[in-house]
């Protein structure tokens, strides 16, 4: 563990004993991002004042610099001015995080002025509206009355002050947010899923998204289950104009929703590189404007969630070619189907859906038999069990593209592939390693990958059951009967001896009359088992 996640997730200390993880993330994650937007202000301040770093070099100067400059009428406008076109955002200098840590440690903190901070950022700039909702600063879970709740987030904001969120290079603060929201999914158990998918698996999509598209000097991403944006994020690692990207975002959860906007602003992502909703998916598409379809589509939605399947949507754009719609109570197909909708001719999508959808008949095959023929499914990843939070079932990721002149699918059996772990099992960087580069020779191996024609789909009436194309089984080594006949031999003869030694050893006994009549009685039926 890096030491600025060492020291961010002791931070949660004075708060894992009083809720769950599910809870206790929003604290401390809305608390480390407000942290971010006041450090990142002073920085900006220091920068603006053309003042030198090292002269500054403590948060109570840059502080104090702040205040003496809003003191001024003679610049006092010119830079909030300068610090709403570059950050987007200013704050009152006793709404600053150092500040609230300042009265903490002279047990002066009252909730209040926390809250007054995060009101002024949310009712002022449009990006931040909302987002400290779910630091619910009286909640009797941080303590039964005003005094024990203060007590509690005192602790926190002092634990909090000691890390410098922004004297990292790069996307540091980012990642080490994303490691805090991986482990509190790992704590949170079951309502994980709804937020978190697991970095490796993350990294493996995002890889096979950006192949092909490396050198595009625009690139959009859409996630349409966002959760904390981690998909969408990861693309950029990958592609030769990281900071080209747009990023596309829809999540029905509001808690999750705003994770998700804090972690993209977490990783320095520009609120005007982001277009992001709080909505249904499945319910009314989105988005209807210009741009709608984009360069890589990227999803792990929940698995067989219910919708409502009305048959108004067989007359809805995303579906309505289909013929079919999915079944109300497996919405699987409905989310591949609105996500492809939604990528470019030119694109590729990766999503993460339980294997059912491999195989599964009725609509769901009907829906499977049109992809096929189309040519949309390019290739199906068979993936480990219990690598997600919340389910130990194995999944499969499925890629898709629109404008392919061929039919063909690539299997590939990742199943075995894995590192086991106590709670959850892992891929290894190796794994993805494979997996990728499989994919992108899009050639069979034994055992591991097979590259289908449409004949021979056609010929296992579309079904895309794994198992039926790529056969795992290892045949056990003929047997040498020769050596098992001369073990037997052998154990016949030992048994023979040891028999022999027992029947001696039996007869030798010294005993006395009395007992002579239970001592052949023994004898006799040592000899019958014999």
Known sequence: MAPIHKKLFSAADNLRSKMDASEYKNYLLGLIFYKYLSDRLLEKVVEVADESVEEYDTQAKQAELYQSLLDDE??????????????????????????????????????????????????????????????????????????????????????????????????????????????FASEAGK?????????????????????????KRLFSVYDPTMGSGSLMLNVRNYINYPDNVKYHGQEMNTTTFNLAKMNLLLHGVNNEDMNLRNGDTLNKDWPTDEPYTF???LMNPPYSAKWSAADTFLDDSR???????????KAD??????????????????IVLPHGV????????????????????????????????GTSIPTTVIILKKDRDKRDVLFIDASKTFIKGKNQNQIAEEH??????????????????HLATYEEIESNDYNLNIPRYIDTFEEEEPVDMANVGATIKDIRKEKAELESN?????????????????????????????
Request: overall charge negative; cysteine-free; glycine content about 8%.
């Open 502 to 530: 027992l029947h001696e050893m039996i007869s030798s006994l010294q005993h006395d009359e009395k007992d002579a009549e239970w001592m052949k009685g023994a004898l006799e039926v040592f000899n019958r088992g014999k």
């Open 74 to 183: 003679e610049v006092r406008d010119d830079l909030k001015e300068t610090l709403h076109d570059t950050l987007g955002y200013a704050m009152k200098p006793e709404y600053l995080f150092n500040e609230l840590t300042n009265q903490a440690k002279q047990n002066l903190f009252q909730l209040h002025h926390l809250e007054n901070g995060f009101s002024d950022l949310s009712s002022n700039y449009d990006q931040f509206n909302g987002l400290f909702d779910d630091v619910d600063l009286r909640s009797k879970k941080l303590g039964s009355d005003d005094q024990q709740r203060n007590i509690t987030i005192t602790e926190v904001l002092k634990k909090l002050n000691d890390v410098d969120v922004i004297g990292h290079s790069g996307d540091v603060i980012g990642d080490a947010y994303e490691y805090l929201i991986g482990q």
């Open 358 to 389: 491999l195989f599964r008949g009725a609509a769901e095959g009907v829906i499977r038999k049109r992809l096929l023929g189309d040519g949309s499914i390019e290739a199906v990843i068979g993936l480990p069990a219990n690598l997600f939070f």
């Open 319 to 329: 579906f309505n070619r289909f013929g079919k719609l999915a079944p109300k109570s």
């Open 333 to 350: 197909f409905a989310f591949l189907l609105h996500g492809l909708y939604h990528l470019k001719n030119s694109g590729t999508m990766a």
């Open 295 to 297: 360069d890589s589509v």
């Open 432 to 449: 993805i390693d494979q997996i990728v580069e499989t994919y992108r020779k899009r050639e069979s191996i034994d055992k591991y990958a």
């Open 191 to 215: 309502k994980a899923g709804e937020f978190y998918t697991p970095h490796e698996v993350s990294l493996m999509m995002a890889r096979i998204a950006a192949i092909g598209q490396e050198d």
